[in-house]
């Protein structure tokens, strides 16, 4: 294991101070070569009794502090991690033949944040928010229909507030691991950890 700085055989993925700074570039090249929403990422919770969930979101935000999505609060995977604010996640780059892991705590995003977040929606996305009760059972197509049409005649005339129940997590990383493929499945693995948030990165490579 190396310090970051320290002398490190860089014989395969090349190592960067902050493995942010090598994040943006490996999301920068598949913004080019992804075909469809290059940020998809699946999100892995667990509830209170320790099983797990996992689902596709989307990234909207990644910088020093983490890794921001956002969601309803009421849903599955806000109930969980309003119980267990820890996750994990894994982008997948199928046409650059790489991937990025991450886990860590989770907290909720400022209302601020949120707010200036779903204002960059679209209109039928806010009120779709409003509209929809997440991850609960609906009677049928026709019910949400119909409090589409509810909240679209609410806000016709007006600006869309966000609803106080939804809004964005941070998952701020401990780990974060960067793979690449390479022939014969000799894959190249270089992950960093960290003991807290604030904490000094550590590199390490490791068997494919």
């Known amino acids: ?9 860089d014989g395969g993925i090349g ?9 943006d570039a490996w999301m920068g090249e598949a913004k080019k070569s992804e075909p469809n929403e290059p940020n ?5 919770t667990a509830d209170e009794h320790g099983r797990p969930n996992v689902r596709m979101v989307l990234l909207k935000e990644v910088n020093a502090k983490g890794f921001v999505f956002y969601t309803n609060y009421e849903s599955a995977k806000g109930g969980e991690l309003i119980v267990n604010p820890h996750a994990a996640l894994c982008f997948h780059w199928k046409s650059l033949g790489k991937q990025v892991r991450a886990r860590g ?3 909720k995003v400022s209302e601020a944040e949120s707010d200036a977040y779903f204002a960059t929606r679209a209109k039928d996305s806010q009120i779709g928010a409003w509209a929809s009760a997440q991850s609960r059972p609906m009677e049928g197509r026709f ?9 679209a005649a609410k806000f016709a005339l007006s600006k869309v507030p966000r609803p106080p129940y939804w809004g964005g997590f941070r998952v701020m990383p401990l780990e974060i ?4 493929n390479r022939p014969f499945r000799l894959h190249d ?7 807290t948030p604030t904490s000094l990165w550590r ?5 494919p």
């Open 1 to 9: 294991m190396s310090e970051i700085g320290g002398p490190i055989d």
């Open 15 to 23: 190592v960067r101070e902050d493995p942010f700074a090598l994040f």
């Open 40 to 44: 998809a990422m699946a999100l892995a």
């Open 105 to 107: 705590s989770v907290t």
């Open 143 to 151: 019910a949400f229909e119909k409090q589409v049409a509810k909240y």
């Open 177 to 180: 691991e960067f793979w690449r």
């Open 189 to 195: 693995r270089l992950v960093y950890r960290r003991d």
């Open 203 to 207: 590199t390490e490579r490791l068997f």
